[in-house]
């Protein structure tokens, strides 16, 4: 399922008990949808909410064991209050539920069964969070009208949970075809054989990147040393033919610590990598970002 394209829209955040570390309800003005923000501190504040009585959809955010990767748990429910206090006693690894429903209360549990599998499946192609969800599950059965409204509602929960900081499902980087040549950035240091794109989130080492498999001696017990561990364990990095290959779009918070787990040492990013020409990422992105050579 591709993205939407994007357009103008007005989001309106509306703050219940007026704290904007706290609850928080958001809206696109013209349609019906709300997702609500529910820092797990709070989850008393909501469930004393009428909005919290309703058929939802709902996601649990948080850290997993490693304390680094991020994580979240899928699930719909008819009965929303409880459904959330049994995970709010069950569930250590969630710190905020983002809930969605209609103003209307127009949510049936088949919408409900139907936006969850879609979710599921969408969440885990996108990849950015590990989900906590034991299995995909199947495709429900849903006639065609509710299933033609699901989507629609999917579009606008899509749009609201990226705008609250939570972009389950926008992959890390562009589609396949659709990513310019002249935005690419290659490492090919020390046998490494690396594509990535430098984007508004940071840098993101593409699919099929190939990185050194043994990291140097003085790379040990450094930051991204600990990354590189963890993406092997995830099953992201793995070993083939003699290097470390990436089995997925891997979105890093800067271009150093992309290169660093590339060429498992610390490296600077912004040297390191070079577009097509050879041109630094340094110099195309911060000593000359005006240019667009």
Known sequence: ?????????????????????????AEITTRIVQVIEVPRTTLTDFIAMPES?????????????????????????????KRLAKHNKEKDFWQRALV????????????????????????????????????????PHTPAPLEADCMEIFDTGRTLLATLGYPLFESVAKPVGQADAS???????????????????????????????????????????KVRA???????????????????????????????????GASNGWREWRNAKGVTLDELKRSNPASED
Not at 8 to 25: C, E, K, S
Not at 106 to 134: D, M, P, V
Not at 235 to 246: I, N, P, R, T
């Open 1 to 25: 399922m591709s993205a939407p394209t994007p357009r103008p829209q007005t989001i309106q955040i509306f703050l219940p008990f007026g704290d904007p570390r706290g609850i928080r309800v």
């Open 53 to 81: 009585d309703q058929v939802a959809v709902y996601y649990l955010f948080g850290q997993g064991e490693d304390g680094a990767t991020p994580t979240v748990y899928i699930g719909q429910t008819g009965d929303l209050r």
């Open 100 to 139: 969605l429903i209609s103003r209307t209360n127009s949510l049936t549990q088949t919408h409900a069964l139907f936006l969850e599998w879609l979710c599921i499946q969408e969440a885990k192609k996108a990849g950015r969070y590990t989900a906590e969800n034991g299995n995909d599950g199947s495709k």
């Open 183 to 225: 935005e690419l950035f290659y490492c090919k240091r020390g046998g490494t054989d690396a594509r990535g794109e430098y984007t508004s989130e940071g840098f993101v080492v593409l699919k099929g990147s190939r990185a050194r498999l043994q990291p140097l001696s003085a790379f040990e017990g450094h930051a991204f040393s």
């Open 230 to 264: 963890s993406l092997i364990e995830q099953g992201k990095l793995q070993a083939e033919d003699g290097a470390l290959v990436f089995k997925d779009d891997v979105l890093f918070m800067s271009p150093s610590g992309a290169s660093s787990v590339v060429c498992g």
